[in-house]
């Protein structure tokens, strides 16, 4: 079974400092997505950031990157330059490969605070 | 282009009633999913459709029934509602793009609260 686990259940950052939210993830397969959601008080998921198990490179999305570990099954979502607006709860979630229908497995979440 | 649309976005239910949630998407996605979120929780899956005519079980389903109506749509019906049912749920699509594995687009949710 697929797991993925999230240890920080909040954390705060001063605007305009970086910030690294932690993830890992269990699978047994090979070949796998890993995803960050981002869902503000509003309610709504956001999709911010996507990387695949065979990427070489880790991804990048404006101000967001994700720092891939692939051996130690870590997919930490690392926001630069924190922003008043980044303030939200954000999901780390696992594609596994499951006869193509890429069912998410979604972590518990962190509560990211901005500080002004 | 609505994106992932739900239906309606706030219902309140007395246990034992029951009712039909709804979600369109208009993105020609093949693939559609149903998830609940409660507090201090991530998303769980309900059902999915990964292909109009299909539906599967996901980590939640009991006391849930989901029909893909068209390519377009997919409900999630709750037949007698019970209080453990009260969540937030989501309903999403996901395309067959470029990537196999595409990303997943979700709804604004709808938030149910069963008394």
Known sequence: AQKITQTQPGMF???????TLDCTYDTSDPSYGLFWYKQPSSGEMIFLIYQGSYDQQNATE?????????????????????????????????????GGSEKLVFGKGTKLTVNP | NAGVTQTPKFQVLKTGQSMTLQCAQDMNHNSMYWYRQDPGM???????????GTTDKGEVPNGYNVSRLNKREFSLRLESAAPSQTSVYFCAS????????DTQYFGPGTRLTVL
């Open chain 2, 94 to 101: 996901r395309g067959q793009g470029l990537s196999f594995f």
């Open chain 1, 13 to 19: 950052v001063q605007e305009k400092e970086a910030v």
């Open chain 2, 42 to 52: 991530g998303l769980r899956l309900i059902y999915y459709s990964a292909s109009e």
């Open chain 1, 62 to 98: 404006g101000r967001y990157s994700l720092n891939f570990q692939k051996a130690r099954k870590s997919a930490n979502l690392v926001i630069s330059a924190s922003q008043l607006g980044d303030s939200a709860m954000y999901f780390c979630a696992m594609s596994p490969t499951q």
